[in-house]
Nanobody
Framework: QVQIVESGGDLVQPGESLKLSCVGS????????IGWFRQAPGKKREGIAC????????IYADSVKGRFSISRDNSKNTAYLQMDNLKIDDTAVYYC????????????????WGQGTQVTVSS
């Protein structure tokens, strides 16, 4: 069973930055597309960033484009989500996910999610 684990969630103030981590097995992190999702209270889960395994190209939702950045370090079996200029509306549980294929899927259809990490942006 694929296992991925997120960490790095915290309470921060608006305008601050935070970096989330997602650790998985070497095979998963090196071979599969990695995505980040978030779910705010009372809202649907939203796909916000994806990294292709083959060429490291990335996709972002409009809500985070220019502020968030997804990356991966295969030597550490880890993917990251760098979040800058955080806003109160970014408050949510953030999930890492894998697609059992190297390319980011259409419709943000991923196959496996981690347990989530809470990010709270508040003054």
């Amino acid at each position: 069973q694929v296992q991925i684990v997120e960490s790095g969630g915290d309470l921060v103030q608006p305008g601050e930055s935070l970096k989330l981590s997602c650790v998985g097995s070497a095979f998963v992190m090196g071979s599969f597309a990695i995505g980040w999702f978030r779910q705010a209270p009372g809202k649907k889960r939203e796909g916000i960033a994806c990294s292709n395994a083959r060429d490291d190209s990335t996709i972002y939702a409009d809500s985070v484009k220019g502020r968030f950045s997804i990356s991966r370090d295969n030597s550490k079996n880890t993917a990251y989500l760098q979040m800058d200029n955080l806003k109160i509306d970014d408050t949510a549980v953030y999930y890492c996910a894998t697609k059992w294929a190297p390319h980011c899927p259409s419709g943000w259809r991923f196959d496996q999610w981690g347990q989530g990490t809470q990010v709270t942006v508040s003054s």
